[in-house]
C-alpha cells in the first residue's frame, strides 16, 4: 500500500510540472485536428486526434495524482484561470469524436465537460485579480466550448439543446466583457504567450455562433442577428490576431514557454471560426483565409510542440539525477 503511495506521490511530481495551462496542448493540438479535417487531411487529422487524445489522459492522470499526493499543491492552481483548460480540452476532443461520427463518445465528453465546468468556474471567478495576463479570458473560452459541443451535438439530441448552447454561447460573450476589463494590455508586449487568448476567446465565440447558424434552430430575425453577431465577432478575432502580431514582431519572445500552446490555440482556432462561418454566412474569401491560417497555425504547432518535449526530457532527467546520485558507488579493493 505505501509502495502504491509513494509511486502516485512521485507521479505527482512529474504531473506537477506539467501546469494546468500545459492543457492548452491539447486544446492546440485537437483544433489542429479538427481543421485539417474540415480541409480534407483525414489522416494528419485521426494522427494529431489520438496525440491530443493521449495527451489529455496524461494531463487527467497527472492532475489527479497530484490531488492525491500532494492537496495543497492541487488547491493552489485548481482555482485559476488555466484549470479552465481542462473544460476547453474535453469540449475540443468532443467535436472531433463528432466529426468522425463517434457520438457517444462526443456525448460523455460533453457530460464530463458540464460537470467540471461549473465547480471549476465557481472557484475560478471567486479568486479573479484585477489585473491578469492573458488566461483570464479562459473564462470565455471555457464555457464557448461548451457552447461549440452543445450546438454541434444539438441535431441529434434536438433543439433543446440548441438553446442551451445559446444560452451558454452569450454568458460566454458577457465572460470576454468580464475578462477584457481585467487583462493587462501590457501583455501584448511582454506576455509570454497565453495573452492570444484574447483573440482566441473571439474566435471560439465566433466558432460557436457559427454551428448555431448551422443547427437550422433560428430562422428569420433570429438567424440574422446571430448571423451578425457571428461576423461581428470574427471580424474582432482577426483585428486582435492583427494587433498581437504585431507586438510579436516589435518585442520577439523566441524562447520556449509552456503558455505558448496558448498561442498556437488562437491560432489555430482562428483558422477553425474562419472555414466554419464561412460555411455557415457564404462569406467564401473566409474559407480562403482560414486555410492559410490553418498552415500557420501548424507551422507554430511543430517548434511548440519540439519545445514542450525537450522541456518534459528534461524535467525527467532531473528527476532522475538525485536518485543517481544517492547510489553507492562500489568499493575498489586494491
Not at 5 to 33: D, F, Q
Not at 52 to 72: K, M, N
Request: charged residues 15%.
Amino acid at each position: 500500500m505505501h509502495k502504491r503511495e509513494n509511486v502516485m506521490i512521485r507521479y505527482a511530481g512529474h504531473g506537477a510540472a506539467w501546469p494546468p495551462v500545459a492543457g492548452a496542448a491539447v486544446m492546440a493540438t485537437g483544433i489542429l485536428s479538427v481543421g485539417l479535417s474540415l480541409t480534407g487531411f483525414e489522416v494528419v487529422s485521426v494522427v494529431a486526434l489520438w496525440l491530443a487524445t493521449a495527451l489529455w489522459l496524461l494531463l487527467a492522470l497527472g492532475f489527479s495524482a497530484l490531488l492525491l499526493g500532494d492537496r495543497r499543491r492541487w488547491e493552489a492552481t485548481a482555482d485559476t484561470p488555466p484549470a479552465l483548460t481542462a473544460v476547453a480540452a474535453t469540449t475540443v476532443l468532443g467535436v472531433r469524436f463528432e466529426l468522425l461520427g463517434l457520438t457517444p463518445v462526443a456525448v460523455s465528453l460533453l457530460v464530463l465537460a458540464a460537470v467540471v465546468w461549473p465547480v471549476t468556474m465557481v472557484a475560478v471567478l471567486r479568486h479573479l485579480p484585477r489585473r491578469a495576463p492573458g488566461a483570464v479570458f479562459l473564462i470565455c473560452v471555457a464555457t464557448q466550448g461548451l457552447a461549440v459541443l452543445c450546438a454541434v451535438l444539438a441535431p441529434e439530441a434536438g433543439d433543446w439543446l440548441a438553446r442551451v448552447a445559446l444560452g451558454l454561447f452569450l454568458l460566454g460573450l458577457v465572460w470576454y466583457v468580464d475578462a477584457l476589463v481585467r487583462f493587462d494590455l501590457r501583455q501584448v508586449v511582454t506576455g509570454a504567450g497565453d495573452h492570444w487568448i484574447a483573440g482566441g476567446a473571439l474566435a471560439i465565440s465566433a466558432l460557436a455562433g457559427s454551428k448555431l447558424l448551422a443547427s437550422g434552430v433560428w430562422s428569420d430575425g433570429a438567424a440574422t442577428s446571430l448571423r451578425t453577431t457571428t461576423l461581428v465577432l470574427t471580424a474582432l478575432d482577426l483585428a486582435w490576431y492583427a494587433v498581437l502580431l504585431c507586438g510579436e514582431l516589435a518585442r520577439p519572445r523566441l524562447g520556449y514557454d509552456v503558455r505558448r500552446w496558448a498561442t498556437v490555440f488562437p491560432l489555430g482556432m482562428t483558422a477553425v471560426a474562419s472555414l466554419s462561418v464561412a460555411a455557415a454566412t457564404g462569406v467564401g474569401w473566409l474559407e480562403t483565409w482560414g486555410r492559410v491560417l490553418l498552415w500557420i497555425a501548424v507551422a507554430v504547432w511543430l517548434p511548440t510542440s519540439y519545445g514542450f518535449a525537450h522541456s518534459l526530457m528534461g524535467h525527467a532527467r532531473g528527476s532522475a539525477s538525485p536518485a543517481a546520485g544517492n547510489r553507492r558507488r562500489p568499493r575498489s579493493h586494491r
